[in-house]
């Protein structure tokens, strides 16, 4: 086990990914975000379900930055209940997983 993890939210255009992209990246809270275009999300929502095309974002960071991720992501993205989802890395390739810590460090 490592302390890299993934937060995997949906938006629903490129815009407002490209926004929550740079703002986690250019605070250290996130090493990279990946804009997934094209994801077809089928969901119910207040009653009714919805079959929307959406944006996945998906956004590296450390264990003790997670907390700071869903906070922000909750305070800027455009949905009333953005979905924050935080999965582990197990395991990878060391100089990448040093790579994700040195970028969500404290800049030098």
Excluded at 2 to 21: F, K, L, M, Q
Excluded at 23 to 31: D, E, F, I, P, Q
Excluded at 89 to 102: F, K, S, T, V
């Amino acid at each position: 086990m490592t302390d890299a993890r993934i937060v995997i939210s949906t938006v629903d255009s490129r815009p407002s990914a490209e926004t929550i992209a740079q703002n986690l990246v250019g605070t250290r809270l996130a090493s990279c975000v990946n804009i997934l275009p094209g994801l077809q999300s089928v969901y119910r929502w207040k009653q009714e379900i919805h079959n929307d095309q959406e944006f996945l974002l998906i956004i590296k960071t450390r264990s003790d930055k997670t907390d700071e991720v869903i906070k922000r992501l909750v305070e800027i993205h455009p949905y009333e209940l953005p979905e924050a989802i935080v999965l582990n890395i197990e395991d990878g390739y060391g100089p990448y997983l040093e790579w994700i810590r040195a970028e969500t460090g404290i800049a030098v």
